[in-house]
Every structure is written in C-alpha cells, then in structure tokens.
T-cell receptor
Framework: DAGVIQSPRHEVTEMGQEVTLRCKPI?????LFWYRQTMMRGLELLIY????????DSGMPEDRFSAKMPNASFSTLKIQPSEPRDSAVYFC?????????????FGEGSWLTVV | GQQLNQSPQSMFIQEGEDVSMNCTSS?????WLWYKQDPGEGPVLLIA?????ELTSNGRLTAQFGITRKDSFLNISASIPSDVGIYFC???????????FGKGTHLIIQP
C-alpha cells in the first residue's frame, strides 16, 4: 500500500520566493497533519485537518504560512514569502481518527532550504 | 507550545547492551507513542500505549505508559547495529489531536 506521499523531496529556493509543499495522505485516512523539524526546535505541529477541515492552526508560525486541504486526498502547505529561517524538513502525516489504536503515519518529508 | 522532556539526549553504547530512555511531561496525555527516525526518512511508529500502567513489547523493544499519564519509557534489549537512529517519544491528548514530540534520543552503537 502507498504511504503518505510528499513532494518535492528537496527544494532550494531564494529568499522571497513562494514555496508550495504537497501531500497525499493514505487513502481512507480522515486526519492530516503538517509538522516541521529543525535541529533547534525538534518536531513541531503546524496545523492539522480532520475531514478536510482545519482543526488547530495554532502552530503555524506566522501569516506567511498557509495550508489548505481541498479534498480528502490532497493538501498543500504554502510559504509566501519564504525566509532563510524557514529552512527545515516539513513532514506530512495522516491517520484514521476515531479508531482506537489509530496510528499516525509520516511521509518521508520535504527538505526545504531557503538561501 | 507543550514540550516533552526526553532523556538522554544521546547515547553511545556497545553492541549487545541494553538501552533505556524516557519522557516526562508536566501535563497528562492519553496516548504515548515511540517513533524511530532514520536519516533522510520520516518517523516510523515503534510502539503505541493507550492505557495508564500499560506495558507493551514489540520484539526487543518494551515501553510503558506511566501510571500518572505524565511519563513513558522505552527499553531496547541486546542492541544491534540497525538500532542506530533517533528515537522520539510523542504524546497525544485525544484521538483526533496532533502529537507533541520530545526532542529525541540519538542512539549510536559502537561495534
């Protein structure tokens, strides 16, 4: 079975450019999470959706970050304009909520470098 | 936001040794999970704990959900080279909530 699929795997961009990260959750999952990982701050939850509706975006660092989930099989995380301090690995994860023992599965991450 | 205190930060051990790491929190979680992350990959779930006091094993791995619901530990017995990686604890309040992660334990195994 396909896991959580993220793209791009790696992106290098110049400061001020728009960055769009994409995620396809596992088919049938109803919750989707966006995390950011840095050496200094570890894994931080940015935002999560349940049934395509944003539930908690309190982890989104600032207005330059936005996330959408137009349907159950696709989500984007956008940074506009990007800054060097946004350099990090961004993980998307999904789960089937409401089932005891539900597991959150992570994608392989999008490695972002802003120069 | 909420952080979990995970220790130790890193461990240098000999192959065959047992490993122990733990996580503590100032607040209660209803689920505790342990993940392992290899270089260039996303975290992979090792063990999930759903009930206070629960002790669960997965092969050479054993984890416990603290009775106060504010802590958990992970033990690895008879370590092997492929155990190298970063181990993360994570807490979850409700089934639909995101995970709060510890800072990770870097495990390095010397042959």
């Amino acid at each position: 079975d396909a896991g959580v699929i993220q793209s791009p795997r790696h992106e290098v961009t110049e400061m001020g450019q728009e960055v769009t990260l994409r995620c396809k959750p596992i088919s049938g999952h109803n919750s989707l999470f966006w995390y950011r990982q840095t050496m200094m701050r570890g894994l931080e939850l940015l935002i999560y959706f349940n049934n395509n509706v944003p539930i908690d975006d309190s982890g989104m660092p600032e207005d330059r970050f936005s996330a959408k989930m137009p349907n159950a099989s696709f989500s984007t995380l956008k940074i506009q304009p990007s800054e060097p301090r946004d350099s990090a690995v961004y993980f998307c994860a999904s789960s089937l909520t409401g089932v005891r023992g539900n597991t959150i599965y992570f994608g392989e991450g999008s490695w972002l470098t802003v120069v | 936001g909420q952080q979990l205190n995970q220790s130790p930060q890193s461990m240098f051990i000999q192959e065959g040794e047992d490993v122990s790491m733990n996580c503590t929190s100032s607040s209660i979680f209803n689920t505790w999970l342990w993940y392992k992350q290899d270089p260039g990959e996303g975290p992979v779930l090792l063990i999930a704990l759903y009930k206070a006091g629960e002790l669960t094993s997965n092969g050479r791995l054993t984890a416990q959900f603290g009775i106060t619901r504010k802590d958990s530990f992970l033990n690895i017995s008879a370590s092997i080279p492929s155990d190298v990686g970063i181990y993360f604890c994570a807490g979850q309040r409700g089934g639909a909530d995101g995970l709060t992660f510890g800072k990770g334990t870097h495990l390095i195994i010397q042959p």
